[in-house]
């Protein structure tokens, strides 16, 4: 009877030991806002739970980089010569670490917003 029982849950508590991390799809939501503050894009993402704000963005919007940072979302382009550049926010937080630091969660929401790093507060 003994033996039974570790038969049964021994797998089962190493299935939970050595995969504990089991990906979880979820969804969040997202906003694009462009520099005169009006929503460009505004929908429901789906992504494994602990994905990055870097992946889930990538693999949902037309991205374009240059040096690590972002310069175009969906073809609209962040303006260097006005200091105008994107700015990413998660559940109003802005992200101040790397796009591939920040870990997104079930129902998180996401704002890319093209910021005036001159004359705005850039944390809002």
């Known amino acids: 009877m003994l033996i039974k029982r570790i038969a049964i849950f021994l797998p089962l508590f190493l299935f939970f030991v050595y995969f504990p991390t089991l990906a979880i799809e ?9 520099d005169n ?3 460009i894009v505004s929908k429901e993402v789906s992504f494994q739970e602990g994905e990055t704000l870097y992946e889930v963005t990538k693999r949902t919007f037309d991205v ?8 175009s979302i969906n073809g609209i382009n962040s303006i260097p010569k006005k200091n105008i550049h994107w700015a990413a926010f998660v559940n109003g937080e802005f992200v101040e670490v790397g796009l ?4 997104l969660y079930a129902n998180d929401h996401v704002v890319w917003a093209l910021k005036n790093y001159d004359n705005e507060e850039i944390l809002k």
Do not use: A, M, Q, Y
Not at 26 to 34: H, K
Not at 100 to 103: G, H, I, L, R, S
């Open 26 to 34: 979820t969804t969040g939501t997202f906003r694009i806002i462009n």
């Open 37 to 39: 503050k009006e929503t």
């Open 64 to 71: 374009e980089e240059s040096k690590g940072n972002i310069i």
């Open 100 to 103: 591939d630091e920040v870990t």
